[in-house]
Nanobody, 119 residues
Framework: QVQLVESGGGLVQAGGSLRLSCAAS????????MGWFRQAPGKERDFVAG????????LYADSVKGRFTISRDNAKNTVYLQMNSLKPEDTAVYYC????????????WGQGTQVTVSS
């Protein structure tokens, strides 16, 4: 059972930046992929970004490409989401998630952290 703890959410004005962190209870080098999702009120939970521990380019939703950057620190078992040029439509609860192996889906989730972007 992988436990995930997110932090770094908050209130920011449009055009501002935030950095989210997600600390994992297990060695992230043994996890196939970690990602960020978000859910706005009344909407489905959507994929935002993902990064694999086996290499390869990170994945991003079209809506955040060029503005958000996902990165990892294996020594700290932590994944980050740097969010720049934030827009009001980025307002949502952001969730960190783990996809343990290439054969499965995202199956472990953090508790979520609120990001609110004011216009």
């Amino acid at each position: 059972q992988v436990q995930l703890v997110e932090s770094g959410g908050g209130l920011v004005q449009a055009g501002g930046s935030l950095r989210l962190s997600c600390a994992a209870s297990e060695r992230t080098s043994s996890i196939y992929q970690m990602g960020w999702f978000r859910q706005a009120p009344g909407k489905e939970r959507d994929f935002v970004a993902g990064i694999s521990w086996t290499g390869g380019s990170p994945l991003y939703a079209d809506s955040v490409k060029g503005r958000f950057t996902i990165s990892r620190d294996n020594a700290k078992n932590t994944v980050y989401l740097q969010m720049n040029s934030l827009k009001p439509e980025d307002t949502a609860v952001y969730y960190c998630a783990v996809r343990p192996t290439v054969f499965g889906s995202y199956s472990y989730w953090g508790q979520g952290t609120q990001v609110t972007v004011s216009s």
